[in-house]
């Protein structure tokens, strides 16, 4: 998943001082202390905050986080307050897809924007994006070396070292700041309360849907994992909601009016109707039920499946309200033209290979993304006539079976792998004992990621699908693989 030599770069120099930066940042990470973490994940958001307050950066910091702390007062007069505003995006799905249009709704207006997402699939400039561009190798060079000076500080001192995901949080900002962006869009990480990104003043929260995923860390009910998610609210900081399950939504609902939170809900507040086109992705209109809200018909959404439209009307809902405490606008082409060319990459991405052979890869890892690209392809007519195949692996952090339930009532072949470029993933053959009995598919087990997908087309017959789904570092193994096979 990572490579450590820059994109496209020729020079030398600049060649090795990339690979220090990234070997500097990935020595943070210790995969076995986060796979068994048993809920004690190295959370520190005082720390987060030590980092930002160090960079410069103390205007994007809550000020609840800044009482106390050595040499910033809580209301610093010398300080002017925050001007850039922050979309901050959480949710268990959908908040990447979302933190993506939001970013290139207010980009196609524009408004310069940075977006922070994660994880990437390729290159670690992938999370860092100015008006949808990667952050350059030069450019992440210089910011590392910049955190870096600050890290060393911080590891002598009683703040302790910076965590990777900390300190990739700390460059998104710094970039966007020298950056001179005009808005900004933060997606979490993890959970929400504890995240890093949570130290941030936002402008709107947005909580897109609540599932269970991380219940290591985040507790094992969706009550729990909604009380997370819904630690992004802030007091009288607007809240857009697309979580309908009642348990949840009754969390979010209390967290968001202890704040004194307006929160938009989906379903009551908006709504979004669609039709999938002919081909690929939706027509849909936004259906504004609130009077703080606008109504937008005629919408081509590029993206595919109906868990993507709902995705969309949350990103415009979160867009309107931004608007109403900014002096900018957004016209409604510029939705149109941002969300009609949209791209989110390894989400149910398409591939078409000769003969007539179709593939789609998506990085859905726990069952909630399972279940909607299961009903994306059945909306599109599943495997009703032609073979379909996946390509399933996961992590070990991860509740396997319903999600392989759910591809083998699709799947006529199933070929199980695992993924390479990190150690926390399942072992292919364990995999085998949550194949539902009654299934009568062809398996096959192939712990190679590639060869997997090379048997896979090998054996694929005129109209047929393949589907690769299971991980984000499975995705990134083998989608450049599959783009180098398409027509």
């Not at 495997?383 to 379909?388: C, F, G, K, L, T």
Request: contains cysteine; hydrophobic residues 40%.
């Amino acid at each position: 998943m990572t490579h450590f030599s820059p994109a496209g770069v020729t020079n030398p120099q600049l060649s090795k001082r990339y690979a220090k930066a990234m070997e500097f940042l990935y020595d943070r990470i210790n995969y076995e202390k986060l796979a068994n973490s048993g809920g004690k994940y190295p959370f520190r958001l005082r720390r987060m905050v030590e980092l930002l307050v160090r960079l410069d950066l103390t205007r994007l910091v809550h000020p609840s986080h800044l009482e106390g702390l050595a040499k910033v007062p809580a209301t610093p007069e010398n300080t002017p307050q925050q001007t850039v505003p922050i979309v901050h995006i959480a949710g268990t799905k959908g908040k990447g897809s979302t933190a993506t249009m939001v970013a290139s709704v207010l980009t196609a207006a524009g408004i310069k924007t940075g977006a922070y997402t994660s994880p990437h699939l390729h290159r670690l400039e992938e999370r860092f994006r100015v008006d949808g561009l990667l952050c350059e190798p030069a450019e992440l060079v210089g910011l590392v070396d910049r955190v870096r000076s600050v890290a060393n500080e911080m590891a002598k001192d009683d703040a302790g070292e910076p965590t990777f995901f900390e300190l990739t949080t700390a460059i998104a900002l710094l970039h966007f700041h020298l950056s001179k962006c005009q808005a900004i869009v933060l997606e979490v990480g993890l959970g929400g309360r504890l995240d890093s990104t949570n130290v941030c003043l936002s402008t709107v929260s947005v909580i897109t849907s609540i599932g269970l995923d991380h219940q290591h860390v985040l507790g094992d009910t969706k009550e729990l994992i909604a009380a997370e998610k819904a630690g992004i609210i802030k007091s009288g900081v607007p809240v857009v909601c697309g979580v309908t399950e009642t348990g949840p939504q009754a969390v979010i609902e209390e967290i968001a009016l202890a704040n004194n939170a307006t929160l938009y809900q989906i379903d009551q507040d908006f709504s979004v109707q669609s039709q999938p086109n002919q081909d690929w992705g939706s027509q849909i209109s936004f259906d504004a039920n609130n009077s703080a809200l606008q109504s937008i018909a005629d919408i081509n959404l590029s993206l595919e499946g109906i868990h993507q439209t709902r995705n969309a009307s949350l990103a415009i809902a979160a867009i309107q309200i931004l608007m109403q405490q900014t002096t900018h606008s957004v016209e409604n082409d510029a939705y149109r033209l941002a969300l009609a060319n949209v791209t989110c990459e390894g989400r149910i991405e398409r591939y078409r290979l000769p003969g007539d052979v179709t593939v789609l890869i998506d990085a859905a890892h726990n069952d909630d993304s399972i279940a909607a690209l299961c009903d994306a392809i059945n909306v599109r007519g599943g495997s009703a006539s032609q073979p379909m195949t996946f390509i399933f692996g996961t992590s070990i952090d991860k509740v396997a079976e319903p999600m392989i339930r759910r591809i083998t009532k699709l799947a006529d072949t199933l070929v199980l792998t695992q993924f390479t470029s990190n150690p926390r993933f399942t072992d292919p053959e364990s995999l085998r004992n949550y194949i539902p009995t009654s299934w009568q598919g062809t398996l096959m087990v192939e712990p190679d990621p590639l060869t997997a997908c090379r048997i896979a087309v090998e054996k694929a017959t005129p109209g047929s699908t393949i589907v690769l789904c299971g991980s984000f570092f499975l995705a990134a193994e083998t989608r450049q693989w599959f783009a180098a096979q398409k027509l």
